[in-house]
Nanobody, 126 residues
Framework: QVQLVESGGGLVQPGGSLRLACAASGSIFSIYTMAWYRQVPGQERELVASKSNNGGPDYANSVKGRFSISRDTAKNTVHLQMNNLKPEDTAVYYC????????????????????WGQGTQVTVSS
């Protein structure tokens, strides 16, 4: 199986910065897309930024120019640099991996469903 673990959330003042990290572990051969989503209580989870092997990055309009996503495909990690944070960026941030190819005793296995991390809280407040 595959596990995603996020880190780097916390409390920051408006205008401040945070850097989120996500590491995928398990019997992984490759990951096609890694992305960051966020969710506010009572609202749907929304895409923040994504980076695929052959394209992107893509960003939500609300974070363009302020957030930057980066991947290390060899280490199966993804980071989200968040600058000029605003109170409306307050949410639980989740890491997601799509198009995962795993490895088992018989060879490669393609996982159709995405994998999610447990989430990390980001609070922007003075």
């Amino acid at each position: 199986q595959v596990q995603l673990v996020e880190s780097g959330g916390g409390l920051v003042q408006p205008g401040g910065s945070l850097r989120l990290a996500c590491a995928a572990s398990g019997s992984i051969f490759s990951i096609y897309t890694m992305a960051w989503y966020r969710q506010v209580p009572g609202q749907e989870r929304e895409l923040v930024a994504s980076k695929s092997n052959n394209g992107g990055p893509d960003y939500a309009n609300s974070v363009k120019g302020r957030f930057s996503i980066s991947r290390d495909t060899a280490k199966n990690t993804v980071h989200l640099q968040m600058n000029n944070l605003k109170p409306e960026d307050t949410a639980v941030y989740y890491c997601r991996a799509d198009g995962v190819l795993g490895i088992n005793d018989y060879g490669k296995v393609a996982y159709e469903a995405p994998f999610w991390g447990q989430g990390t809280q980001v609070t922007v407040s003075s």
